[in-house]
């Protein structure tokens, strides 16, 4: 079964292809096909993962090369694949949530026209970010990575007739893009550098050339990590990609895509072992974007955007683990996974909302929605446990694992890791009271109805997995499981016992829950947000996204619109005018010499006598000197 | 002689065509014709390329028969890799560009006869210029290409054909003009050195001074540099691009411009590799501007056809900077990109030519919503758009990729600078998708038609080569490895080794750990 892991790639990659080729005939049963091929990639992935499990640990990868894909002199890309215990880990992710979005999309999307097309980029986007994480080369990581960025950017889109969704497409796009341009110069050092991209060979070799060396490659591929998962600079684009249909927010832009900077760092564990400095700035990027995600989920009114905001913020925990070394690596995959499972719950159980409220996304309308819909209630509640880290949930532990490495590693980082999940209490109550408790705000048209069975199902597995994956932490088998692949040291003796650190944790999430339940939940939600100049400055900062946009536009976006324009302008009247006013002078000087030319007898009498007095002068010139 | 009969196979069709009767009701039949001259020229390149022996390399397939003995001119045909993908590229294109170009509305009472007999005298002496191994007979079919496009330019041209036409004349007359010079001071070089020859293996051996060689250097440079174009010597292109028909441009963009790229890797590299590399810093630097540069400009144009003409200045600093680079890694990935260039110039230009014809308008604010109306349509622009911005998995990828990598082994700032190029690009081909394919239908597009059945199939083996060759590009480049690899041993130079190569044993173990 190890050969033949490239099945799980090219069975969604053809039925995406097929059915987007096949055309209108393929609409009535395309989305079927396509869901079956996903199962189908999930069935396959759970037999290789048994089949890997089986072996010994120490032999537990699978190299396998299926073509080359490139070769020019020394440069040499194959077309490979590497299936190894944090490939499989992802692998039953991806098609697993991947699976059970396909089913719940066949409901939400029963009345587009145009769900065929829906389907064939949901499994496109399955084939792409599979290639993601089982290249054994980063050129091939690179195909995936810009494979997944297309499918974003296509899903984004998807309902293209509105501007505002074709923009944000356009805008997760080319923000990518700037981080890609970090990873394509990173693959290119590791070629000058190493001559060879084979992640395997560059990681077991970063080590003979200079720590400088390591640390630059480490940085561009954190750019690259940054612009993926919607880190500390670039992360303007995750809250306008909500634009997107809702399930592909839970896919893509919450439980798989963006967590690719996270794989990236931790794949890459070799080169970042090898940068102090490449880790130190990891860490930074994952503690400013878990807090600047965290204070925006707490101030946005649009459910799906205070759930991005904490998407953010969640993957910054996750960045933060990844900087933190092998100390960290194993469990920021594991905040990886139960983030994967309680993240696309609630975004599945926030599109199970909106579905009933005819696509409202302000929360501000909502309020007790737990009677009209039961099951999306039960669902979410157990994704909001989760996340909030309510002990036993899964989020408990994962979330717990990476303060306390945190607090092992700097009390700073650890102090901010804390107040992070104080604040993710915060605006997850907060979210939770003014949907589901308190008042109902819904206008008199609305009717709330809970979701069919196709949408509801998706949501109980998803909920079970909220609840119970912090079993995967049981005996230490995710780290033990990833050990081959990472390594794994223990972090530095904390000051005082793990027990009392758990304690601490948990005190301070119930601080945040508190706080806002009594700002929500006790007092009446007015259904009409205050203006911008009625709130306080953390509020309308947050509201604006810590001011994300502004600044790319005066930094970035006018000065190139300036540049484009002047160029433009210089193009036309600098270059161009040049070589027009050349042929301008040169038409010119012509005219000027046909003047002479005007066919009378006496003017060119008297040029001839002009010319002979000038020759004869000239001769006297010269004999009399 | 299959050489010679793969050149005049086209140009037979022209006087063929020329022959038929005129008028529209014969009009289908002439474009049958053409179409099947067209494909019958294809098929002999495949056979060519079928014969061409990789392993050897070299020049193969070779004809020389003496020309103008006192002068030392031969009729010397012959190809190697980078010619053959490039004869490849245009007997490809050139059925492509005539089945798309089936519903053209010429201007005035234009015959469509004269029409496809220029493009197919043009792909004869294209396919001439490729297998040139001989520097006069080059130099005279590289300026006898002017000739088709002027007419197809100026007499079918949009309302500014006159001046487009002209201006694209006299810009490539003075590069010809110094070209020629250079020609005749070769003449010089070699009769000094003994017998006076043009053949492109003697002149390799011929002795000149540094001054000479750089002083000829300029010459083919600076006629190869407007072809191509390199920044400063665009502006033509814009102007020419915005006045032709579709089809026009295509073939002069994807074929007869990479005549300067081409030219620069035969004849500047191959004759004066000492004054190529003295040439290198300067040519580098304007070929890295001429990636940004042309991105910005790109960015910026309201008209369609010319920003695709600024994307293809940006393309061809790409293919430049590879070439000058002198690695075999960017050599090689400049001759793919030639050939996937003008592929993916060809969607282009063929996709925007029909969504220009049908809306009357080439402005992009014309446009808004058409996706609603014409989603086939609306894939197509985004494939090839998807492709000029080099999405991994798509041709132009690779071949990108391979440029910058090279570029990186020997000079980093050049590399970093030009990798700059893949976020503009993203820029100007998704805000010119976004306007035209996106937002509300504009009004007035009610009626538009989505791509009909033969202009899929006109644009279908572009977009399948377009895909196939992004994940196996290893037949084409194949056919270039060796080429490329003599080309840089005539330079002299080599790919810099890297600074701390992996353990071969290391690398051993773990391709072992895969099988």
């Known amino acids: ?625 | 002689m299959i050489l010679t009969l793969l050149a005049a196979t086209p140009l037979l069709g022209a006087l063929v065509v020329t022959c038929l009767p005129r008028g529209s009701a014969n009009a289908s039949t002439v474009k049958a014709v053409a179409i099947g001259f067209s494909a019958l020229t294809l098929a002999l390149s495949l056979v060519v390329m079928a014969r061409y022996d990789v392993e050897s390399g070299g020049y193969q397939m070779t004809e020389k028969h003496e020309w103008i003995g006192q002068l030392g001119a031969w009729y010397s045909l012959g190809v190697n890799g980078i010619g053959l993908v490039l004869i490849l590229l245009t007997t490809i294109l050139v059925p492509v560009v005539l089945l798309a170009a089936w519903d053209d509305r010429l201007p005035g009472r234009r015959s469509v006869n004269s029409y496809v007999a220029w493009m197919l005298v043009l792909e004869g002496l294209a396919i001439g210029v490729f297998a040139a191994t001989d520097a006069f007979l080059f130099y005279v079919l590289f300026e006898a290409t002017l000739i088709p496009i002027y007419f197809l330019i100026g007499s079918y041209g949009g309302p500014q054909r006159t001046y487009a036409a002209v201006k694209f004349l006299i810009y490539n007359l003075v590069g010809g003009l110094l070209m020629l010079a250079a020609i005749v001071g070769l003449y010089v070089v070699s009769a000094k050195d003994g017998n006076a020859s043009y053949l492109l293996s003697d002149l390799q051996n011929v002795d000149m001074s540094t001054t000479t060689e750089r002083l000829l250097f300029c010459g083919f440079m600076a006629a190869f540099a407007i072809k191509a174009p390199l920044f400063p010597f665009h502006t033509w292109l814009p102007d020419a691009a915005a006045s032709a028909t579709p089809g026009t441009s295509v073939l002069m963009v994807s074929v007869i411009d990479k005549i300067g790229t081409f030219g620069m890797l035969r004849w500047c590299l191959g004759v004066f590799p000492g004054a190529s590399e003295w040439a290198s810093p300067v040519v580098i630097t304007l070929a890295v501007i001429s990636i940004v540069y042309g991105a910005l400009c790109a960015i910026g144009q309201d008209d369609i056809r010319r920003l695709v003409a600024f994307t293809s200045v940006s393309h061809f600093g790409f293919i430049i900077l590879g070439i000058f680079a002198f690695t075999t890694v960017s050599t090689a990935g400049s001759t793919l990109y030639m050939f996937n260039h003008g592929l993916s110039t060809a969607a282009l230009f063929l996709v925007t030519g029909l969504m220009i014809a049908r809306r009357g308008s080439a402005s992009i604010g014309d446009f808004g919503g058409v996706q609603k109306v014409a989603p086939i349509m609306s894939g197509v622009l985004l494939v090839a758009g998807l492709s000029s911005l080099s999405l991994p998995g798509l041709a132009p990828f690779v071949s990108e990729f391979m440029v910058l990598a090279g570029t990186f082994t020997r000079s980093v700032p050049a590399a970093a600078v030009a990798t700059l190029g893949i976020v503009l690009a993203a820029l100007y081909i998704l805000i010119m998708y976004a306007k035209v394919m996106t937002g509300p239908l504009r009004e007035g597009l009610e009626g538009f038609r989505d791509l009909g059945s033969r202009e899929v199939a006109a644009l279908a083996p572009t977009l399948v080569l377009i895909v196939g060759l992004g994940f196996y590009p290893q037949p084409m480049l194949n056919v270039i490895n060796p080429a490329v690899d003599e080309v840089i041993s005539q330079v002299g130079q080599g790919d810099p080794p890297p600074r701390t190569p992996v353990d071969v044993s290391e690398q051993a173990k773990t391709e072992e750990g895969g099988h």
């Open chain 1, 1 to 625: 079964m190890l050969d033949l892991v490239w099945l799980l790639v090219a069975i969604p990659l053809v039925s995406g292809l097929g059915l987007l080729v096949w055309g209108k005939e393929a609409d009535a049963w395309g989305h079927l096909v396509a869901t079956v091929a996903s199962a189908a990639s999930f069935v396959l992935g759970v037999v290789a993962f048994i089949e890997l499990a089986g072996r010994d640990a120490d032999d537990r990868s699978v190299t396998h090369v299926l073509f080359t894909w490139i070769e020019a002199g020394p440069f040499h890309v194959d077309m490979a694949y590497h299936y190894d215990p944090l490939a499989a880990l992802f692998v039953l992710l991806i098609t697993g949530v991947g699976t059970l979005i396909h089913v719940y999309s066949i409901g939400y999307m029963a009345h587009d026209e145009r769900r065929r097309r829906f389907f064939c980029f949901l499994n496109i986007f399955v084939a792409a970010m599979l290639t993601l994480v089982l290249a054994a080369d980063y050129l091939v990581i690179f195909l995936g990575w810009e494979g997944v960025g297309l499918a974003s950017y296509l899903l984004i889109g998807f309902w293209q007739h509105k501007p505002s969704a074709a923009a944000a497409a356009k805008k997760a796009f080319v923000v990518n893009r700037v981080g890609d341009l970090g990873m394509a110069l990173a693959i290119m050092l590791m070629f000058a550098q190493l001559g060879t991209t084979d992640i395997a060979s560059v990681n077991a070799s970063i080590g003979s050339a200079s720590t400088s060396v390591a640390t630059a490659m480490g940085l561009l591929l954190l750019l690259g990590a940054c612009g993926k998962s919607a880190q500390v600079p670039l992360q303007s684009w995750l809250l306008d990609a909500m634009e997107g249909p809702t399930p592909v927010s839970a896919l893509i832009h919450a439980a798989t895509m963006v967590t690719a900077g996270v794989y990236l760092v931790v794949r890459s564990n070799g080169i970042f072992d090898a940068s102090e400095a490449a880790r130190t700035a990891v860490v930074v990027v994952g503690l400013v974007t878990l807090l600047v995600g965290a204070w925006i989920g707490c101030a946005k009114d649009d459910i799906k955007k205070a759930l991005a905001g904490s998407t953010m913020s969640q993957i910054g925990y996750m960045m933060l683990a990844a900087g933190l070394g092998p100390a960290g690596y194993a469990f920021a995959i594991f905040h990886l996974i139960t983030h994967g499972f309680f993240k696309a719950n609630m975004f599945l159980g926030a599109g199970s909302v909106m579905h009933a409220m005819d696509d409202d996304v302000d929360m501000r309308h909502y309020g007790a929605l737990r009677t009209s819909l039961p099951i999306t209630f039960a669902t979410f509640a157990l994704g909001y446990l989760a996340i909030i880290g309510f002990p036993g949930f899964s989020g408990f532990f994962s979330k717990d694992k990476i303060i306390e490495a945190a607090f092992g590693y700097n009390v700073w980082v650890g102090l901010g890791t804390l107040l992070g999940a104080g604040v993710t209490a915060f605006y997850m109550t907060r979210l939770m009271m003014m949907t589901f408790f308190g008042e109902k705000r819904w206008r008199d048209e609305v009717h709330p109805h809970e979701s069919p069975l196709v949408m509801t199902i998706p949501l109980m597995v998803l909920g079970a997995a909220s609840l119970l994956g912090g079993a995967l932490l049981a005996g230490d088998w995710i780290v033990d499981w990833l050990e081959p692949v990472v390594g794994h040291t223990e972090h530095h003796e904390l000051a005082i016992p793990a027990l009392a650190m758990s304690a601490i944790i948990v005190a301070v999430v119930a601080v945040g829950a508190t706080l806002a339940y009594l700002t929500y939940g006790r007092r009446p939600v007015a259904d009409v947000a205050p203006l911008d100049s009625q709130v306080r400055w953390p509020v309308r900062a947050g509201r604006h996204e810590m001011y994300g946009n502004e600044i790319n536009e005066a930094l970035v976006v006018r000065p190139v619109q300036h540049t484009t324009r002047t160029l433009v302008f210089l193009d036309g009247r600098g270059i161009d005018g040049f070589v027009t006013g050349l042929a301008d002078r040169l038409g010119e000087a012509s005219q000027a010499l046909r003047k002479p030319q005007n066919g009378l007898v006496r003017s060119y009498a008297l040029g001839i006598f002009a010319g002979a007095t000038l020759v004869l002068v000239a001769l006297l010139a010269v004999t009399l000197a």
